[in-house]
């Protein structure tokens, strides 16, 4: 029993490219959620999900996209990299107030 | 007005000693309130969770919540150094959670 894994753990990008950051859990879990944290700024929503199909967005979408095509997957996407989006990422899920967080990506934007 | 207010510390405390971290929060209508501990480079992990105002204890953990005051609080009594780490409140009426900045605690031997 995985959990939530997170891949890739470390990611370099340029300015302008492209990348996903994978999440996959087998909890069977239908909230699924994506997350960034930095410092003094705590983590914040990015978007979420409520079961296969369905998608919303959190405190703070733009340049993010996802999907939910599957209960176990929910990929995050950056379209077009940022400096700003320099970050730790956490995917989550979550069950009965009870949130299960990836061991996270941390994305370096230069 | 951030939803949750959390003091980033950082707090450093000798072994042995209690703890007490604090959280406010300014949306009346949260109901269920979390506490994780972030090991450094890992993922949030639960720590204890509530739903009423009042107390509950786990070990050396309690988890206080004060509605009226909206005010939750976590102890830890006889810390050890294995408790260093990033504590994060969090809070939710629903869909979407609400998490403090953290605190960073660290226990000296």
Known sequence: ?110 | QKEVEQDPGPLSVPEGAIVSLNCTYSNSAFQYFMWYRQYSRKGPELLMYTYSSGNKEDGRFTAQVDKSSKYISLFIRDSQPSDSATYLCAMTTGNQFYFGTGTSLTVIP
């Open chain 1, 1 to 110: 029993n995985a959990g939530v894994t997170q891949t890739p753990k470390f990611q370099v990008l340029k300015t302008g490219q492209s990348m996903t950051l994978q999440c996959a859990q087998d909890m069977n879990h239908e909230y699924m959620s994506w997350y960034r944290q930095d410092p003094g700024m705590g983590l914040r929503l990015i978007h979420y999900s409520v079961g296969a199909g369905i998608t919303d967005q959190g405190e703070v979408p733009n340049g993010y996209n996802v999907s939910r095509s599957t209960t176990e997957d929910f990929p995050l996407r950056l379209l077009s990299a940022a400096p700003s989006q320099t970050s730790v990422y956490f995917c989550a899920t979550e069950k009965t107030g009870d949130y299960t967080f990836g061991s996270g990506t941390r994305l370096t934007v230069v």
